[in-house]
Structures are given as C-alpha cells and as structure tokens.
C-alpha cells in the first residue's frame, strides 16, 4: 500500500507542477546590457546638420545669396546652397557665399524683401544645408 500513496503523490505533484524546481529569476538589467546601443550598431551618431543663428540684412548683398562664415558652412555640412526657416513658418532659400567677415552665429542677407513676410533685422533663424539644387 506504501507504493500506491507513493505513485499517487507522484501524480498529484505532476500535476499541480510542484515537483519542478523553482527556476532563479533573470535580472533584467543584466540581460539588457547585453544588448549593445543602437550607435554601435548602426556607426557613428547622426550629426545635426543645422544651427540657429541671427539673420541680419545687408543691402550691398544680391538678392537672392547668403554670406556665412566658413566655420558655420563646415558645421552645417558644405554645400552650395541653404534653407533659412524663420518661426517654423517661412523658408528661404540662398546661394551660399563664403566670407570672413561675418560672425560664426549670423548670417548676412539682402532684407529688401523680408519686412514683407513681418522678418526683422537681427531675428533668429535656422539654417541648414540644402542638399538639392534651385532650377
């Protein structure tokens, strides 16, 4: 009879799942540093290619071109021309010309046109490269 309450036990444990032993638990923190950054993987991080700078109006300047100091070309990326967005609202585009004069935070630009769309002297603006060509 001993045997039978044995094998019984056996059954019952099985079913209720108690004989299994209780597993240890993963630390997730180390399990996910496991898992390497998303920089590593895809290379290097993404550099931003635009700034905020100050757009001030020059009138000796053509419409239509931009004077940026050679230390902003090379942090926004070099290229031919430049988007200027004024407020999230306006976007200019400008051929871009290389002068030491201007300040590293401003670019220069002819403001003939600009008080139309209510642009000030000395307002702040994002530039960025613009990679496309203007027909």
């Not at 036990?9 to 630390?27: E, V």
């Not at 990326?77 to 051929?95: D, L, M, P, S």
Request: proline share 5%; net charge positive; aromatic share 4%.
């Amino acid at each position: 009879m001993s045997e039978r309450k044995i094998e019984e036990h056996k059954a019952q444990k099985q079913s209720t799942g108690q004989d299994n032993m209780p597993r240890k638990k993963i630390d997730i923190r180390s399990a996910l540093a496991m898992i390497p950054p998303a920089s590593q993987i895809l290379g290097k991080e993404k550099r931003v290619r635009e700034r905020r700078v100050r757009l001030r109006f020059h009138d000796d300047i053509k419409e239509g071109i931009a004077k940026l100091n050679p230390q902003l070309i090379q942090e926004i990326g070099e290229t031919e021309y430049i988007e200027v967005v004024v407020a999230h609202r306006h976007r200019f585009k400008y051929k871009v010309e290389v002068d030491e004069n201007v300040p590293p935070n401003e670019v220069w630009v002819n403001g003939s046109n600009l008080p139309e769309y209510g642009i000030a002297d000395n307002s702040i603006a994002t530039v960025r490269a613009l990679r496309q060509q203007i027909s």
